[in-house]
């Protein structure tokens, strides 16, 4: 049986699918030649991350096909539902990158409040002739320890957030529309733990509260932070995204960040994703990566080894 992991697999996952008789092809394949391919290979299996996107066309034209596998969380980029309706299996990987992505979210508050995105960009540029401006510049950051960090939607990944930040000594509130209550467990290099029971509260309360946001949302038809909730933010607030592009405004996120409404935002997913607006990437208040959050090696070998376990079980095993 062939597999076709049309945006990469770790080689863990490849080792993995190779000792149980599959065969891998790495080979990047167009969109617009997808169909094409997959007919004339007889491919079995589609494995995509976030650039390929499996829709109706390749379902409908596409009759080798036996599962739809997305390496990350959200399958935005999947016809999940008609897929199954089909009788493909659509399967993806939802605890594999969560701590990934939390670290990434704590990279750019550290950067944020200590203001390294910005002093990287200058330090190379006047480093040498500005030195006593710069440092006056960057001399007024802020410690995390204390501030109190609201995080929207509080699943798998906004609960990891949550551990760094109660260990980093921070307070934590959290909204989600499905869960009223989570156990956050902190653990530590000794075997040492500390239980944590955090009750999410409204929408507006988080937003009104926090002195730092961080999104993990799934994609929405509708901004989940627009100008108006962008004024119910804290004076001098933060804004971290690295959840889906078009869940914040962009146009509005600039605007409260040029009046000087938010102190700064870190971006990894954008609303033009690959092109990200001249308007966002050029602000200097603004922390960016270009949609890296599970992009860490552990996480691509987890996502790599819990795929090609799915994949075996559904195709060799027969389970569900």
């Given amino acids: 049986m062939k597999i076709l992991a049309n945006d990469g697999v770790s080689q863990s996952g490849i080792d993995a699918l190779e000792a149980s008789g599959f065969e891998v092809i790495t080979t990047t394949v167009a969109q617009e030649q997808l169909i094409s391919y997959i007919n004339e290979n007889n491919i079995d299996v589609i494995l995509v991350r976030s650039a390929t996107k499996v829709r109706k066309d ?5 009759p080798s096909l036996k599962i739809i596998g997305r390496g990350g969380v959200g399958m935005d980029n999947i016809d999940v539902d008609y897929a199954r309706e089909k009788g493909l299996h659509v399967i993806n990987t939802p605890a594999a990158s969560s701590q ?3 670290e990434l979210v704590f990279a750019h508050l550290y950067g944020g409040v200590r203001f390294l995105h910005d002093s990287n960009r200058n330090m190379p540029l006047e480093g040498d002739s500005n030195f006593k401006k710069l440092k006056k510049n960057y001399a007024k950051g802020v410690e995390l320890r204390g501030k109190t960090l609201g995080i929207i ?3 798998r990944i906004g609960q990891e957030v949550a551990k760094i930040a109660l260990g980093v000594g921070m307070k934590v509130i959290a909204t989600d529309k499905f869960v009223e209550e ?3 467990k902190v653990d530590f290099y000794n075997g040492k733990s500390i239980d944590f029971e955090i009750k999410t509260e409204a929408f507006e309360t988080v937003l009104k509260e926090a002195d730092f946001i961080t999104l993990h949302v799934p994609a929405q038809k509708e901004y989940v932070i627009g100008k108006p909730e962008l004024q119910l933010m804290k004076n001098g607030a933060a804004l971290v ?5 078009g869940v914040i405004d962009e146009v509005a996120l600039v605007e409260a960040l040029d009046n000087g409404k938010i102190a700064f935002a870190a971006l990894d997913t954008f609303e033009a994703e690959p092109k990200p607006a001249v308007q966002v990437l050029m602000n200097g208040r603004i ?3 270009p949609h890296i959050g599970a992009a860490t090696n552990e996480a691509q070998d987890r996502i790599g080894v819990e795929l090609a ?3 075996k079980n559904i195709l060799l095993v027969g389970k569900n």
């Fill in 241 to 245: 995204n690295a959840a889906r592009g």
């Fill in 309 to 311: 376990n799915q994949i």
């Fill in 287 to 289: 922390s960016l990566t």
């Fill in 153 to 155: 939607g509080f699943g």
């Fill in 100 to 102: 990934s992505v939390a």
């Fill in 182 to 184: 989570a156990s956050i």
């Fill in 58 to 62: 390749i379902i409908d034209a596409c």
